[in-house]
C-alpha cells in the first residue's frame, strides 16, 4: 500500500535533548513538508523540500532542522533550541513542484512530549 | 502576510446542513482547499476552488468569491461521523506548501 510512515506515534524526551522525527514516503511524490500543530491550532509549517538535497523554512522553522537526502524520506529533528517542543508533527508529501492544486498526503502523526 | 480567518466552533444536528467560512488575506491567490481531521487523526483533503463558484463532490461542497477573499464548506445531510475539525487553507507564498487556518471543530449530535 503506498503511503506516508511517520514513526514513532508516541515520543518522549527529557528537557535539552535533540530527537529526530522519521518520514517515508512511497508515493514517489517529489514534495515533501513538515507542521506543527497545537491543540485548538492549525497546521503551521516548519520546513519544505521540493526536490532532493533542497529544502525551504517554513514560518516556525527556529529551533528545527531538516535533510533530504532521499526522495522517500524527510526527517525533522528538533533541537534543544526550541523552546515549546511539545506538540503533534505532522508529516505530508505532494506529488507537485510548483503553485495551483497540489493536494497533500498526510502521515499518521508523531506526538512529541518534552518532559 | 498571509491569514485565514474561519469560526472556532460549529454544532449541527444529525441531517442538518452546515456551512463553514473562510475568509483569508494573501498576498496573490493560488486557490482555496479544505481538509478535514478527525481527533488524533491525519488531516484529508476535501476539496480545492481556483475560481468563483460552487465545487461539489457528495455531500460536501466548497464555494469561492475571490473579489470577497471568501470561501465556505458546506456540509449536507449530515452525519455523526462529520465531526471533526475543518481547516482552510492557501498556498504557502505562491509554492505548494499551505498555510492553514486554525480550523474549525463541527460537532454533530443526534
Known amino acids: 500500500d503506498g503511503g506516508i510512515t511517520q514513526s514513532p506515534k508516541y515520543l518522549f524526551r527529557k528537557e535539552g535533548q535533540n530527537v529526530t522525527l522519521s518520514c517515508e514516503q512511497n508515493?514517489?511524490?517529489?514534495?515533501m513538508y513538515w507542521y506543527r500543530q497545537d491543540p485548538g491550532q492549525g497546521l503551521r509549517l516548519i520546513y519544505y523540500?521540493?526536490?532532493?538535497?533542497?529544502?525551504q523554512k517554513g514560518d516556525i522553522a527556529e529551533g528545527y532542522s531538516v535533510s533530504r537526502e532521499k526522495k522517500e524520506s524527510f526527517p525533522l529533528t528538533v533541537t534543544s533550541a526550541q523552546k515549546n517542543p511539545t506538540a503533534f508533527y505532522l508529516c505530508?508529501?505532494?506529488?507537485?513542484?510548483?503553485?495551483?492544486?497540489?493536494?497533500?498526503?498526510f502521515g499518521p502523526g508523531t506526538r512529541l512530549t518534552v518532559l | 502576510g498571509q491569514s485565514l480567518e474561519q469560526p472556532s466552533e460549529v454544532t449541527a444536528v444529525e441531517g442538518a446542513i452546515v456551512q463553514i467560512n473562510c475568509t483569508y488575506q494573501?498576498?496573490?491567490?493560488?486557490?482555496l482547499s479544505w481538509y478535514q481531521q478527525h481527533d488524533g487523526g491525519a488531516p484529508t483533503f476535501l476539496s480545492y476552488?481556483?475560481?468563483?463558484g460552487l465545487e461539489e463532490t457528495g455531500r460536501f461542497s466548497s464555494f469561492l468569491s475571490r473579489s470577497d477573499s471568501y470561501g465556505y464548506l458546506l456540509l449536507q445531510e449530515l452525519q455523526m461521523k462529520d465531526s471533526a475539525s475543518y481547516f482552510c487553507?492557501?498556498?504557502?507564498?505562491?509554492?505548494?506548501?499551505?498555510?492553514f487556518g486554525k480550523g474549525t471543530t463541527l460537532s454533530v449530535s443526534s
Open positions: 505530508a508529501s505532494s506529488p507537485r513542484t510548483s503553485g495551483g492544486f497540489n493536494e497533500q498526503f
Open positions: 508515493l514517489n511524490h517529489d514534495a
Open positions: 523540500s521540493q526536490i532532493v538535497n533542497d529544502f
Open positions: 494573501t498576498s496573490g491567490f493560488y486557490g
Open positions: 476552488n481556483a475560481l468563483d
Open positions: 487553507a492557501v498556498p504557502h507564498q505562491a509554492g505548494t506548501a499551505l498555510i
